[in-house]
Antibody, heavy 121, light 111 residues
């Protein structure tokens, strides 16, 4: 059973940064699996932010977040990280990590429990 | 404004059939990328419901089915049950954006 366990809720000030972790099962670091990040603002829909293939450490980012988001992976702990900088109140959202699979295009097979990030001024 | 367009809400009585549409364009669904569907119950993480247009992961009831044609896709729920009341999202890949895109979500209400 694939499990993704995320870090706890965060409260941040406008202009600061946040780093959210997602501990995965170790095979994600031994295969060509990718871990994606998807966020959901309160009462809103889902928004893809980017993905990383831990075995290569090569991330891809949504154009909207280029320059503000960094995805990284630590194979010693089988943990993937999302760092978002220059936080604004509209970054308030639940951030999900997801184990990605592929058919003709990626999809999100397994999900973490979500991490609420609240940004206040 | 989402790249994929879904109706905000659909409703049906228990036992009825409802469908949710997902309309894209030539850079996503119309470019032959697969469509996937997720169910999100209140306060929980999304759950994969349909992948690769019409495939159900293990454990998903066969009351749920997906289809795709041209630049659109649909999710059908037959034999609607109270437990199906949730938000549903479609998702695909967009070559112009070089990333995954979602629909805005559809709230299914069981009357």
């Amino acid at each position: 059973q694939v499990q993704l366990v995320q870090s706890g809720a965060e409260v941040k000030k406008t202009g600061s940064s946040v780093k959210v972790s997602c501990k995965t099962s170790e095979d994600a670091f031994a295969t060509y699996a990718s871990i994606a990040w998807v966020r959901q603002a309160p009462g809103q829909g889902l928004e893809w932010m980017g993905a990383i293939m831990p075995i290569f450490g090569s991330p891809t980012y949504a154009q909207k977040f280029q320059g503000r988001v960094t995805l990284s992976a630590d194979d010693s702990t089988a943990t993937v990280y999302l760092e978002l900088t220059s936080l604004r109140p509209d970054d308030t959202a639940v951030y999900y990590c997801s184990r990605q699979s592929v058919t003709k295009g990626p999809y999100f097979h397994y999900w973490g429990q979500g991490t609420l990030v609240t940004v206040s001024s | 404004q989402s790249v994929l367009t879904q109706p905000p809400s659909v409703s049906g009585a228990p036992g009825q059939r409802v469908t949710i549409s997902c309309t894209g364009s030539s850079s996503n669904i119309g470019a032959d990328y697969d469509v996937h569907w997720y169910q999100q119950l209140p306060g929980t993480a999304p759950k994969l419901l349909i992948f690769g247009n019409n495939n159900r992961p293990s454990g998903v009831p066969d009351r749920f089915s997906g289809s795709k044609s041209g630049t659109s896709a649909s999710l059908a729920i037959t034999g609607l049950q109270a437990e199906d009341e949730a938000d549903y999202y479609c998702q695909s890949y967009d070559s112009s954006l070089s990333g995954s895109v979602f629909g805005g979500g559809t709230k299914v209400t069981v009357l």
